[in-house]
């Protein structure tokens, strides 16, 4: 486009790095350990006010620093004794593992980790919101775990938006484009050359950049479509996170499942385990079947092999949430693979089919591609088996293959300051990988009140710097007056912080419901308007563009925030991000968290907020159903399910009311003499003791390697052997069992006793109508339990499989079971087959269940 006449050129002259500094670049380079407390201190000294001003991005300050300063550093015996110190720390953080060393993989394998979006930094804005946070967390602890571990996403220009909000509280949506130089990511070379690969759209190829991003030991893969050799509709697939049409938002998903796949083979990575982080990858399983099948597989058998090594993490709580298209646009982008798969397109459909839904569903995709399936709580779990448990028709949900892994955090890269520097020189550099270890964190117990406090003190003082420098900046640029803003922040002091601040930060999704607290202003105004107790509420968060009830809820808590009762002690800072959201979780006193129950998948915010000796108060949904023990924060239980929606509201609104009034402010503000609330700071050291070993992200990686990783590096190993003969065979016993479940009948052969003496045997005999199958081909069990199982609902009933006995006529096998029953009382059985395989990845993935 023509510019005017006058219109400047721009030009970008970057300093030269003195010899002696040049491993900085290095250290900006890393995702994971440029974050490190000496690395950012290192940044800051050689100019604290553009280090501050590039949003303390090591890469953009290393390009704009003025050369002056460099040398000056370079020059400076105690800057360059540190920077030595620091480098010598990151060498030892990334030496290879040694030979002795524990580990938690076989030598030779490697996870291949896939996801839209990761959060490390807001240095590098590829993400949006907490899948991305917890992608950047899971690369990171694999990292400090020392796992052969890559992961692969999508390099957008622009992330998600940038916020400001009017003073009619009206949200606005920026967007910027990056400039990729300023990023702490490399073009992939090899021989001299840039790697590219291609994946197909109808009618044309997109060529896909590989750019590489540092994380630690971690190497994240980042596709980019952005080239000159694309046509401009297909340069802008990728440039925008989660943006555009149903169009866009396929060919997004083909570009990292698919071209995510051709990638890793570029880069000549095997890796053993594929991991599925939500479903916007799961176009990965057919370009993995579409290999398979090029090396001689039918349909059926490459995706036993496909499947055996692939692990799948489903977020969302609702089925809205899992992504869909319509199967006329699925048939249009995968012709060609119906055809090389040598299937018919319905065939091709049916695996992203949904029952009762005509849609191409990408969870559905990945499940079917997948033998190992995780909800991210105990709670989600449960929720993800009940959406999806028609894909196990006949199993119950409770028994269905989803299992859970409680999300975690990394707590290296959330902790305050303060808090890293006490356990750096109490505990030595290595406690980041120990967190798990009792009696690890006993230094929090070990420090004295008053430092306790005081720490927690100058944490708060540092946020309320940044809620004043936001709020002054969006009151002035919507015409507000100076004068006006020391009555808006005259709690919000910096040099007098005592005062009881609760925090509201995430994503203004209605489920969230932001506003819970405002449901009864006159009831607010009573809490927060005591001038001997003074409470300060920070709102931020961001709704989606597009969420208009969402935005709606903003728009009322500012309206609120507005009114003169409120004025000053509500507060909305815009500009929500990993900058604000990491000061808000280290610095308020209270995190707020009132999802409506059960839809709050996990929920990270209020673990970040634990580990920084804040106190939880949220409803009893997602993690906090695990992590709340009584002792250490608020539960607000959630109303009955057969409220309505307006009757719930005002339930729970109330219960929060009643702990603000009854617990939270009087606990806070019982000093005695002391200056402080000693039975506060007693209840945040348990909130800090308590989450920090449970919730960090370590023993969230370590337990997807205990339950999943494992196992599927040890399934696709088996289901590969000779040829992939296992994988062939599992595929054929399936389609001769589906085809004869039908005609399979259970029923019982002896007659029932309905008493028995402790000690005594019960015979129990079945009869099953086999219809061509073997007898080997099924179990028969009994589940024993007791009959008030009210009483004990978690307990897991008695399993007792029958063996097989003679044949009976007409086709029937009998089955026989001697019962002596370890428990007294009164007891219920039920009697039930199902199919059976010894190289079964779960005894119930094919969602077949017969009951007497």
Known sequence: MPQKPGTPFTLEVHPRIPRRLARLEELADDLWYSWHRHARSLFARIDRSLWEAVGHSPKAFLRSVDERRLEDAAGDPAFLHDLDRTLLSYDAYREPSSASEARALRGDDLVAYFCAEFGFHEGLPIYSGGLGILAGDHCKSASDMRLPFVAVGLLYRQGYFQQSVDADGRQHAIYTDSAFGDLPISPVVRDGGEIHVLVDLPGREVQLKLWQARVGRVVLYLLDTDLEANRPEDREIAHRLYGGDRTTRIEQEIVLGIGGVHAIEAMGLKPTIWHINEGHAAFLVLERVRRRVREGLDLASALEATAASTVFTTHTGVSAGHDHFTEEIVSRYFERYSRELGVSEDALLA???????????????????????????????????????????????????????????????????????????????????????????????????????????????????????????????NGGSESHLDRLLRLADPDNPDVLTIGFGRRFATYKRATLLLENLERLRQIVGDPR??????????????DEPGKELLRRIVDVAAMPEFEGKILFVEGYGLHLSRRLVQGVDVWLNNPIYPMEASGTSGMKAAFNGVINLSVLDGWWAEGYRGDNGWAIKPASAQLDEQRRDREESRSLYELLEDKVLPLYYERK????????IKLARRSMLSMLPRFNSIRMVGEYVNKFYRAASQQGRI????????????????????GAWPGVSLRRVDEPSNSLSFGEELLIEVAVGLNGLEPEDLVVELLLTREQRHLDPQAPPERHAFTTGEAVAQGEQRYTLRLAPGLCGKLEYRIRAYPYHRLLTHRFELGLLLWV
């Open 351 to 477: 695996l992203g089919r949904a029952p009762g839904n005509g849609n191409f569903n990408m969870t559905a995709l990945a499940v079917r591609g997948s033998r190992f399936q995780n909800g991210v709580s105990r709670i989600h779990g449960e929720v993800s088996a009940q959406l999806l448990k028609d894909l196990w028709p006949q199993v119950p949900p409770e028994e269905n293959p989803l299992d859970y892994v409680t999300n975690g955090v990394h707590a290296p890269t959330f902790l305050a300051p303060e808090w890293k520097e006490i356990f750096d020189r109490k505990l030595g550099d290595d406690w980041r990988q120990r967190l798990g270890d009792s009696g690890l964190l006993d230094c929090i117990g070990e420090l004295p009140d008053q430092v306790f406090w005081n720490l927690r003190q100058r944490v708060k003082s540092r946020l309320f710097h940044l809620v004043r420098n936001r709020v002054r900046a969006q009151h002035l640029r």
């Open 533 to 546: 107790r003074p409470v300060l509420i920070l709102f931020s968060g961001k709704a989606h563009p597009a």
């Open 673 to 680: 003499d002391l200056g402080y609330s000693p039975e506060w």
């Open 719 to 738: 289901y590969s052997e000779n040829g992939f003969e296992p994988a062939r065979t599992v595929a054929r016993w399936k389609e001769r069992v589906r």
